[in-house]
């Protein structure tokens, strides 16, 4: 019998160690959940403080019912309600120029960079980086009662030269024409140009001059006579969109590269742009945005291209 206690106590003190070896081993193991809990916690706060901030986008008025849109949802997701997004007009030109100067922190432009930015202003494009959003068409528009369905290119050179001056010299109603026109700074202009009429020309005496798209859309529905040019994402019923060529401005023909009069759509950052900058840039071509938001506003994802076009204006198959 006196044997048994010795056994007794030997086992009792192990049970103390074992016990306490637990509530050790516990502890660590809260200790580091607890550490890691900390640090998940002090990243997503460097995280949310590194996306606050303000981000202002300048240039095509072509462009900026889209940027408008997606800024809008893009300030509205969680991750990013710190970041304030400002979206202003004015042209490619005023975009290229303000962004180059540091005034903006992207320029919105319709048109190559170096198509804008020449001679002594080459340096400048070569600083800016180019993020292609989208793909832009540009339509031929008039006022309903033109009386004509088509035009050629020389019919659109005669017409914004000032060549022809009534509808009905080309079979159309007899009512004078009004020109709508771009300014010299606008990359909506620059595309039409270049692509529906593959030259420049010169504003002619009674033309009319619009810094907006969506005048542009109000005065051609407003005023007998009227034509201008938009994109396909300012089309709607009350103007009358015209034929180039005999080929209709729709995404199909755009995409399969039979009606020429399109381009690409630009963000330009001076340089590789900052976290916040790229976080909504990186959202613009996210698939959410490509597939929704630039379809439903009437531009093409440049991913459904079926040609590709180069800053010289040259067309590749893909």
């Known amino acids: 019998m006196r044997l048994r206690k010795p056994f007794l106590l030997l ?21 580091a959940n607890q550490g890691a809990a900390n640090t998940t916690e002090t990243e997503t706060e460097t995280k949310t ?9 300048v240039g095509s008025t072509a462009l900026q019912p889209l940027v408008e849109q997606v800024g809008q949802k893009f300030m509205a ?9 400002q979206v202003q007009g004015g042209g490619s030109g005023t975009g290229l120029t303000q962004v180059s100067g540091g005034q903006a922190d992207i320029g919105n432009s319709d048109v190559f960079a170096e198509e804008k930015l020449k001679d002594a202003d080459a340096d400048k494009a070569k600083e800016l980086v180019d993020h292609q ?11 309903k009662e033109i009386g004509v369905d088509n035009l ?47 030259t420049k020309v010169d504003d002619i005496e009674g033309s009319i001059l619009e810094e907006s798209s969506g005048n542009v859309r109000k005065i051609v529905s407003e005023t007998p006579g009227a034509i201008g040019y938009l ?7 009350s103007i009358k969109t ?11 023909n755009v995409t399969a590269g039979t009606y020429p ?29 490509q597939k929704a938001d630039v379809v439903e506003l009437g531009y093409i994802p440049a991913s459904d291209m079926k040609v590709s076009r180069d800053v010289d204006g040259n067309i590749t198959n893909k």
Not at 49 to 57: M, R
Not at 133 to 139: G, K, L, R, S
Not at 164 to 193: C, H, L, M
Request: glycine share 8%; charged share 20%; aromatic share 10%.
């Open 231 to 237: 994109a396909l994402s300012y089309l709607d019923d």
């Open 261 to 289: 009069v399109w381009a690409y759509e630009h963000m330009y950052t001076k340089g590789e742009p900052n976290e916040v900058v790229k976080a909504f840039l990186d959202y613009m071509v996210s698939d959410e945005v």
């Open 49 to 57: 403080e590194a996306l606050t901030g303000s981000i202002l986008a």
């Open 133 to 143: 959003v989208a793909v832009v068409a540009m339509a031929t528009v008039a006022n």
């Open 152 to 198: 050629t290119k020389q019919q659109l050179i005669d017409i914004f030269s000032g060549k022809i001056t009534n509808w009905s010299e080309i079979g159309g109603a007899d009512q004078k024409i009004v020109i709508v026109n771009r300014p010299s700074s606008s990359g909506t202009r620059s595309t039409f140009e270049k692509y529906a009429m593959g």
């Open 77 to 85: 997701e969680e991750e990013y309600s710190k970041i304030a997004v």
């Open 11 to 31: 086992g009792s003190f192990a049970l103390v160690i074992a016990l306490a070896a637990c509530g050790t081993n516990n502890a660590t193991n809260n200790g």
């Open 242 to 252: 015209v034929q180039y060529e005999g080929v209709e401005a729709t995404v199909e």
